[in-house]
Every structure is written in C-alpha cells, then in structure tokens.
Nanobody, 122 residues
Framework: VQLQASGGGLVQARGSLRLSCAASGRAYSTYAMGWFRQAPGKEREFVAARTWSGGTTYYADSVKGRFTISTDNAKNTVYLQMNSLKPEDTAVYYC????????????????WGQGTLVTVSS
C-alpha cells in the first residue's frame, strides 16, 4: 500500500485547510485509514481514523468538533477537513493505514504516507 499526502500549507488562526491522502496498491481498501501529527519538539499523536465504509470513525479529543475525516472510495482518497484551526495545530501531518481503527489509534500502523506541513499563524 502506498499513501501520498498533500494539502498542507500556511493558514491563519480560525481558518480552514483540507488534507488529502491518495491510497494505492494491493488491498488498500481492506485497511482502515487515519491521520497523525507531530509538532516541533513533540511526539507524534493520533488525530483521526476511519474505515473506508465510514462505519467506524474516531477523533482525538483535541480535534473533535473541528476536524472531519472522510473518504472518497471512487478516488481512493482520504481527507482531513480542518476548521477553526489554532496555532497549536501546527505540525507535520501524516496519513496512515492499519488493520482497524483501534489499531491505528494505538499507532500499530502498517503503512505511513509522507508528511505534509500545516502551519497556523496567530
């Protein structure tokens, strides 16, 4: 499975940004998908995860109500819509694929995409 993330950039606080992650390769649709982030000087942390069918979705408390993870099966793409951005959301964001939402949440990830930098200015 290959994952290609894109969509990062510079945005002002309270603004919005949408990240994309295109998946390809064998059996990618059998994996759950997720997003992580790593801020400067901090450990990587879980952000959100979802199955391709959308039957199971989970968010970190820090982004709940502001971020939305979604999938477009026709485009083999997972999105992370980020609204009401805060400076503390500044980080490199990574997409990931794992066996289930639960395994992704515990960082038992099978595949990682490259990171995309999100910078939120105050």
């Amino acid at each position: 499975v290959q994952l290609q993330a894109s969509g990062g950039g510079l945005v002002q606080a309270r603004g919005s940004l949408r990240l994309s992650c295109a998946a390809s390769g064998r059996a990618y649709s059998t994996y759950a998908m997720g997003w992580f982030r790593q801020a400067p000087g901090k450990e990587r942390e879980f952000v959100a995860a979802r199955t391709w069918s959308g039957g199971t979705t989970y968010y970190a408390d820090s982004v709940k109500g502001r971020f939305t993870i979604s999938t477009d099966n026709a485009k083999n793409t997972v999105y992370l819509q980020m609204n009401s951005l805060k400076p503390e959301d500044t980080a490199v964001y990574y997409c990931a694929a794992g066996r289930s939402v639960n395994t992704i949440m515990t960082e038992r990830v099978d595949y990682w995409g490259q990171g995309t930098l999100v910078t939120v200015s105050s």
